[in-house]
């Protein structure tokens, strides 16, 4: 199976910065789109941004402008570059991937990440 392995949460004060990595590993033979979701307390989860494998990214509109997504395709890497936090972005971020599987015939499949949490507090 594939798994997307998240890391980079933590505790940081309102407009500190952080940036969440999330690695692909497992079976697979291609990767398209990546991107973040994230699921505040009490909210519904909500997508952050997207970033196609040629590098083409969309965002939130509350994020754009702090928020930076990224991609390393010879890593099978997603990055979340975050400045300027603030308390209303904390949540459970989730990283997402579009992945070509090996059966017969490849299938296209999404994955989830576990989730990492970020808490901005001072």
């Known amino acids: 199976q594939v798994q997307l392995v998240e890391s980079g949460g933590g505790l940081v004060q309102p407009g500190g910065s952080l940036r969440l990595s999330c690695a692909a590993s497992?079976?697979?033979?291609?990767?398209?789109?990546m991107g973040w979701y994230r699921q505040a307390p009490g909210k519904e989860r909500d997508l952050v941004a997207t970033?196609?494998?040629?590098?083409?990214?969309n965002s939130l509109d509350s994020v754009k402008g702090r928020f930076t997504i990224s991609r390393d395709n010879a890593k099978n890497t997603v990055y979340l570059q975050m400045n300027s936090l603030k308390p209303e972005d904390t949540a459970v971020y989730y990283c997402?991937?579009?992945?070509?599987?090996?059966?017969?015939?490849?299938?296209?499949?999404?994955?989830w990440g576990q989730g990492t949490l970020l808490t901005v507090s001072s």
């Open positions: 970033i196609t494998r040629s590098g083409s990214a």
């Open positions: 997402y991937a579009f992945v070509l599987e090996p059966a017969a015939p490849p299938t296209w499949r999404g994955v």
């Open positions: 497992g079976s697979f033979l291609s990767i398209n789109t």
